[in-house]
């Protein structure tokens, strides 16, 4: 029988920390880092520890901000994994340079991330009413909006938009920053969104788009989300 190999592991914002328990439960040595900035990660946490228990899986989950913590050692994982994180994360190349530190050589990473230009990129705080109302609407034009629609939610939309999305997210930003920061990407999966949602994305919306966000491609319009593995060089 071939040995399998113990791999050592990082999942960036657990959540639940299922997958973690799954891979510790498959025989690797795993970490999970969660920065829990919103109220309803207590029940989050609490859903770890259960799991935890019934599982008697040995994570070791941290409570931390991955762009602060230090304690983690030089080149010590194999791989680091996350789930609808990377567009939640404000400084991009900082992550990848903190991850390359942790990394060994060679180290994957592995992540699938829902862009802000996405039809669900925002969150549904940026949908707001209308499909790709978020990728029109920017600066005070989207606060007027929110103050005048959604009164009562004004205050927490706007803190979660400034504080928790990183709206520079995008299929070329990701490719030229992981390049960039000595990483090979060894593959690149873009989810084609719903067809009954792609029918809502008019050449209008498009062209207002690609012409205000150059940087835009009509594949970060398309997709759902993105699923990259990367190896370190």
Known sequence: TVKKKKLHVLEIGPGTGMLSISLSILGHNVYAI???????????????????????????FINGD??????????????????????????????????????????YLLHKYAHFWSEEGAHSLGNLDAPWLHTILKGEELQRYLKKIRPHEYVYCDNWMKQNLNTKINSSYVQKNLVNSGFFIESWIESKNYEYRLKYLDSHIIRNVLINNPEISLSDLFCSDTTFLAKKI
């Not at 969660?34 to 070791?60: C, E, I, P, T």
């Not at 602060?68 to 789930?83: A, C, W």
């Open 66 to 107: 991955i762009l602060k913590f230090k304690k983690f050692k030089k080149n010590y994982f194999d791989l680091i994994i996350s789930i609808s994180v990377l567009e939640h994360i404000k400084n991009f190349p900082l992550l990848l340079k903190k991850l390359k530190i942790i990394l060994k050589q060679p180290g």
């Open 34 to 60: 969660d920065k829990n900035y919103h109220k309803l990660d207590d029940k989050s946490q609490y859903l770890r520890m259960k799991y935890l228990q019934l599982s008697d899986a040995k994570v070791k």
